[in-house]
């Protein structure tokens, strides 16, 4: 399975609930649902698998402003790591 992505709407914007594996095809297309419209958060508790890829586009969309939900603590663990080592 590679991701899934719904759409949200809520008073303070779109949120999009991804599950699934984020890695190499499945980036573009969570990039493109991001470039979509404006998302205010990212649900990624059902998400069970990502690579290098995927975690820095969740770490630069963070530092953009997009809250992560439910992130997993492997995934947090991460991209703290990618932060500090892109500082």
């Given amino acids: 399975m590679t991701c899934r992505i719904d759409r949200h709407s809520t008073e303070q914007g779109l949120v999009l609930h991804i599950s699934g594996r984020i890695a190499a095809e499945a980036v573009e297309v969570v990039r ?5 419209s404006p998302v205010v ?3 990624i508790a059902a998400v069970e698998l990502v690579d290098g890829d ?3 586009l969740l770490a630069h ?3 953009e402003g997009i809250e992560l939900r439910n ?3 492997y995934i947090r663990e991460w991209i703290t ?6 500082s």
């Fill in 32 to 36: 493109a649902a991001l470039d979509e």
């Fill in 41 to 43: 958060a990212i649900e």
């Fill in 54 to 56: 995927a975690v820095k």
């Fill in 61 to 63: 969309t963070e530092g």
């Fill in 71 to 73: 992130c997993p603590a």
């Fill in 81 to 86: 790591k990618e932060c500090e080592s892109s």
